[in-house]
């Protein structure tokens, strides 16, 4: 399909811009740092976070930041999805070495990997080394981790991947997917020692990435690693690995350095999640997740940014964006969500995010005309002869003319609506094969980010952000009120009572759900959501899948047509507090996605919890919903308050939904860190399980989640308003 096709063009890109040539072995030392590694002012910032069957160790110091994954398959594993496996990921150049293995005996889930520490009790070491010795050498270091794992059986190294992470995950997730021109590179090399290394040069013919394997002496002798061909075999035993590379490295924000002066206390209260945090900013980007995600990613850094806000540095905040200002196409506008790719969506983001820092934050708008003055073209070349104040004007263009079409008299149409890009089965956050059903036209981009977006080139262009366009100030906030006021009817989907129990019935048998169907829940009430996107597969008008996405027009719009506005928020309360089939709500807190009222066998078939945007948790989502209700609630103390404050029934059914979703929030709160999780229903409950722990839909690859992701961590900054139990 086109995007698999997409997916590897875009690995290939990756490859043969950082490399791919074979080249001979540069280094090897039984040392781990040399006398040359610069001395970092404080200790290194490490951490252990498991979700087993992977386990994930962190190491960061002024020289190198890694992550190393452990995969070993627990009892109940599922052995066709989860194999014994070793990855080290590197945020600078979103780089990884992977390294599968398999039991020499043939038997699928006898062998075990684990990390085991050193003597002093640590899990990873800091690997630092000149290029071949030379103390006075300007080249770039080799620099890595290192780390001893313990085999409990022989084993065979299967297949090595040595390059960037998106090649790893082209395999991971992929059909086995395996470039030619990448493996074909490595080589295969006896170091001192009884060790084996393989090495690759990656094809600016400067970079080198190796991963080294040792045998440790242990009571009865060192153990051994044979070569046979590009396999290596071990005895089982504990084996040293080094794993590292001489490119250059990001400059890290640490903790101190990420949070605000109000906020610095996040770092000993929030220690573990603090952490996570300051592994993934940087200087120049903030990046979306471990180990999967280590590179710039627009839409995710925006979000984060947005949730994140309270509690974030200005430092931090403008890394963000900054790092979008410098990658939008100059040709029109488009902002790149993944380094030079666009999305539908992301365009929508800046205007918010530049609105909350220059202007709403009420003192910035300082900040705004030094950032504006910064040359772009350090990332994009194509962007050297315009500033970031440029770039951002062209994105406000892009938003106006896209948004002028519909506001337009008498354009009010759902043709005149923003669509997917054409031939791009993505688009939006839901950026998987059945996100959002094979939908064209997106229910978050239409109903929230357009008209939100508008409102804050209104916000800017009266603020004089964007020179020449003082017009804006109204013309921007007249097409906000239209978006805002006629879209939400195009999506809008009605559940006659008389047809819930059909439905919900229908669902349990097509999907083999084992709990109840909670029709109860629903009291004989019309059910009523807004459907994921319109033209959808099987010639569907609607993609009647009930879901979170009302979290975005919470969270990014103050509507004003009132009876509207009341009933949006009373169903989705209603969604939100009701138990999953009736509902979004388990045990393990609120699934991004419920397909049990749509009329077709194809929504339980592609939404399930093995689906990436299926009937899962993703944390980020909580805290938009979370953050979203608090804030419509908010305007109940206003000067003008919207009607529903003061419809009884209405406000307290809000009210009802934003507890029950803390309430689930608070329970599952030792997972609130990790990309997505999802459940199984066992012993009348929903039950925690890591995603990736049952096979994926039919067409559908299989995946897992990150163990940090960026927009997770969003809980930093959105509690819970004690005031509002």
Request: hydrophobic content about 40%; charged content about 20%; glycine content about 6%.
């Amino acid at each position: 399909m086109l995007f698999a096709s997409l997916a590897r063009v875009l690995t290939l890109w990756t490859s043969f811009t950082l490399g791919a040539s074979a080249h001979g072995f540069t280094h090897y030392n039984s040392s781990i740092q040399d006398s040359t590694a610069p001395k970092c002012s404080g200790p290194p910032t490490t951490q252990r976070l498991t979700d087993l069957p992977y386990d994930n160790y962190f190491y960061s110091d002024c020289n190198v930041q890694a992550q190393a994954v452990i995969t070993s398959p627990e009892p109940d594993s599922n052995l066709s999805i989860v194999s014994p496996r070793l990855i080290v990921a590197w945020p600078g150049g979103n780089s990884g070495a992977c390294a599968y293995f398999q039991p020499q005996n043939g038997i699928n889930g006898t062998l075990t990997v684990e990390l085991i520490n050193s003597t002093d009790g640590k899990s990873l070491l800091p690997v630092y080394a000149k290029t071949k010795g030379k103390a006075n050498d300007t080249a770039n270091p080799f620099v890595g981790v290192s780390g001893t794992i313990r085999l409990n059986s022989s084993a065979v190294l299967t297949v090595s991947i040595l390059g960037s992470v998106r090649t790893i995950r082209d395999f991971v997730e992929g059909p086995s997917l395996l470039i030619p021109e990448i493996q074909d590179a490595i080589k295969i090399k006896s170091i001192p020692g009884g060790g084996m290394a393989l090495s690759r040069r990656w094809l600016d013919n400067v970079t080198t990435m190796e991963l080294r394997f040792k045998p440790k002496e242990n009571v009865c002798g060192a153990s051994s690693i044979q070569v046979d061909d590009k396999t290596l075999i071990f005895e089982a035993g504990d084996y040293t690995f080094y794993a590292d590379y001489n490119y250059p490295q990001l400059t890290q924000l640490n903790a101190s350095a990420v949070f605000n002066s109000q906020s610095q206390d996040l770092i000993t209260t929030q220690s573990s999640i603090s952490k996570s945090l300051s592994f993934l900013s940087y200087t120049d980007k903030l990046l979306a997740g471990g180990w999967r995600f280590l590179t710039y990613f627009g839409r995710d850094s925006m979000i984060s940014a947005l949730l994140l806000q309270p509690v974030l540095s200005d430092l931090a905040m403008e890394a963000v964006i900054e790092a979008v200002l410098e990658r939008i196409n100059s040709t029109d506008g488009t902002i790149a969500h993944e380094e030079t790719i666009g999305r539908v969506d992301t365009d929508f983001y800046l205007p918010v995010i530049m609105d909350n820092y220059f202007v709403k934050n009420g003192s910035n708008l300082d900040r705004a005309a030094a950032i504006f003055k910064i040359k772009a073209g350090k990332e994009n070349p194509a962007n050297k002869n315009f500033t970031y104040g440029e770039t951002a004007l062209l994105n406000a263009r892009k938003i106006m003319k896209l948004a002028g079409r519909y506001a337009a008299k008498g354009n009010q149409t759902a043709a005149n609506l923003i669509r997917l890009n054409d031939d791009i089965v993505v688009g939006e956050w839901r950026d998987s094969t059945y996100g959002i059903g094979g939908g064209r036209i997106p229910y978050d981009v239409n109903t929230a980010l357009v008209p939100a977006a508008l409102r804050a080139i209104a916000s800017l262009a009266k603020a004089g952000i964007y020179r020449g366009h003082p017009e804006w100030a109204s013309l921007a906030n007249e097409y906000a009120k239209i978006w805002e006021d006629t879209t939400l009817h195009f999506f809008e989907v009605t559940v006659p009572a008389e047809q819930v129990k059909s439905r919900l019935d229908t669902y349990k048998k097509l999907s083999g759900f084992a709990g109840p169907t909670q029709t109860e829940s629903v009291s004989n009430e019309d059910v009523i959501f807004h459907a994921l996107a319109l033209e959808g597969n099987n010639n569907q008008s609607k993609v009647e899948v009930m879901n979170t996405d009302d979290c975005f027009r919470l969270f990014l719009v103050n509507s004003t047509d009132q009876p509207q506005l009341t009933a949006f928020l009373n169903q989705a309360a209603n969604n939100v507090r009701r138990t999953f089939p009736a509902g979004l709500m388990t045990s393990v807190s609120a699934v991004v996605a419920n397909p049990a009222y749509g009329n077709d066998p194809v929504y339980a078939a592609n939404f399930t919890t093995s689906a990436y945007h299926g009937t899962v948790v993703w944390s980020w989502q909580l805290a938009m919903l979370a953050r979203g209700f608090e804030l419509q609630l908010a305007r109940c103390d206003s000067q003008s308050p919207p009607a529903f404050c003061t419809d009884d029934r209405v406000h307290k059914n809000v009210l009802l939904g934003y507890n029950t979703l803390w309430d689930s929030i608070e329970k599952n709160r030792a997972v609130l860190a990790s990309e997505l999780w999802s459940w199984e229903y066992v012993n009348g409950d929903f039950k925690y399980k890591p995603y990736g722990s049952f096979p994926p839909p039919a067409g559908v690859q299989s995946t897992e989640a990150d163990i940090v992701q960026l927009w997770s961590l969003s809980f930093l900054a959105i509690t819970r308003n004690q005031g509002l139990k």
